[in-house]
Every structure is written in C-alpha cells, then in structure tokens.
C-alpha cells in the first residue's frame, strides 16, 4: 500500500497483506499441481503420440521417448519444480518478513534518524536477501529471537532439491543427518471420529514422514506431493504469528497491521 499524497516516498508494509499474497500464491501453486497431476493421470500413448506426430518431425527423433519414459521424466520433473517454486515462496516469505521485524526495531530510531535508520534497515535487508536459507532462520533466531517451526522439514528440502538438480534425484552420503536419513516431513489432515454419535469428527493436522537413505531415489507420491503445500501453509502461518508477536513485544499496539518505511 502506499499514499503518495500524505507521505511522499513513504509506503506501508502490512503483515496481513503479506500473509494475503503469500497463501494466495500457494493455493495457486496447489492448483496448478493438481491440475497437471489430473492432466498426468489421464493421459495415454494414443494422445501422447498423436502430439508427437502432429508436426511430422522432431528435432532429434533418435532421442525421442516413449510414453512410459515420459510419464517417469515428467513425474520426476514435477517433483523437482515443485519443491523448487516452494522453496522460493519460502526465501521470499522470510524476506518480506525479516524486512518488517527490522522495522519493528528500528522503529525508535526512525523517529530519531530516519536517514541512518532507514540506511541500515537497506543493509541488513540486502543481505538478508542475498543469504543462504539456513542463514535466514539463523538471522531470525539471533536478531529477533524467532525459532521457525519445521525449520528441519524445510531445511531437508532445500537438500533433497540439491540431490534433485545434481544427481537425477539419488540421496548422496553427504546428503543424510547422522541417523542417516533424509527426511520429508507432511502434514495432512486427520479427522478424529466422536465417541458420541451425532457429534462432529474433529479435524487436525498430523504429522507424517518419509525418510530416504544413501542410495535411494527420490520419489514421491502424488499425494505426499500435494502434501507439502500443506507443511508450507503451515510453517507460513507458525511465521505470521511469531512475526505478529515479536511486533507487539517491540512496538505494541497494532504492530502486525501496519509500519511505514521511508
């Protein structure tokens, strides 16, 4: 948000407006998983040959794959572009709120100094964009004293992307903890019927796991697929609220609504 009328070159950071965007584009991201694993699961060798043959060449037609090739390459592919754009929706996420927890704190000296404090809000924020994952929740821990949930479960992702791009998704050695897993952690969601009847079954999350040693490759169902957008809603959400709670803890009020930035 912005109002250029009121405060030139000011403009307004709102944590519901980056919770807003960022569920927003992970609904998008499940529903474009789930059409394309609906398209997957209903394509067949007639259709996919009739493509293949439909401008009478290929490029290199000695390379060309059959359909059951295909289906093994395109799931694979699937699994890697997803955890990648996953991934990413996480970096930002975190960018976006490490931007408003150090608003949060420098919001004293701003009213003192806006120039040096806004100068440093730009330092500390370029190179928290510019750093690794596992240096991002550091940062959060030391600097705001916020542990973020299922920093393991998001931590192996970013590993088993690595195992994904670099060696056709087989776990390395270098890629297990010392129990000598890679883990995958799920949550889905667990109806709990009543003991009376009449009552409504309640409804929870549950926590799942699928662990790859040495050797294996990484390969993931469709439903643990879709699975993980709902381990991603909720380490987005366990993050809001720590963000919400830190705000008021430095600012009081209404800190989780809004804060201005020169």
């Given amino acids: 948000m912005s109002d250029k009328n009121e405060h030139p070159g000011q403009h307004t950071i709102s944590l519901p407006a980056i919770a807003q965007n960022f569920f927003g584009a992970l609904q998008r991201h499940f529903d474009l998983l789930a059409f394309n694993l609906a398209g997957m ?23 060309h794959r059959d359909f059951e090739q295909m289906k093994t390459f395109a799931h ?17 996420c975190m960018d976006n709120c490490h931007l408003l927890c150090t608003l949060f704190s420098e919001k004293k000296a701003m009213e003192e100094d806006p120039k040096a404090a806004n100068e440093r809000v730009a330092r500390k924020q370029e190179a928290f964009v510019n750093s690794a994952l596992q240096d991002k929740f550091e940062v959060f821990e030391k600097e705001f004293g916020i542990t973020c949930e299922l920093e393991d479960g998001v931590t192996n992702m970013a590993i088993a992307l690595r ?3 670099r060696n056709n998704g087989v776990v390395t050695a270098d890629d297990v903890d010392d129990e000598g897993e890679l883990v995958f952690e799920f949550k889905t969601v667990q109806m709990i019927q009543p003991a009376k009847e009449g009552e409504r079954p309640e409804v929870r999350l549950a926590d799942t ?4 040693r040495a050797g294996d490759a990484i390969d993931l169902t469709n439903s643990e697929l879709l699975s993980l957008n709902t381990t991603v809603a909720s380490f987005f959400d366990a993050l809001f609220k ?3 709670a830190f705000g008021k803890k430095t600012v009081g009020g209404n800190a989780e609504e809004k804060n201005d930035a020169q």
């Fill in 163 to 165: 195992a994904l791009m």
């Fill in 209 to 212: 796991r699928r662990a790859f």
């Fill in 76 to 92: 694979g592919l699937m699994i890697r572009q997803s955890v990648n754009d996953l991934l990413s929706m996480i970096a930002a």
């Fill in 242 to 244: 720590s963000v919400a």
């Fill in 41 to 63: 699961q209903s394509a067949d060798a007639e259709k996919y040959n009739h493509f293949s043959s439909l401008t009478r060449m290929m490029p290199v037609a000695q390379l």
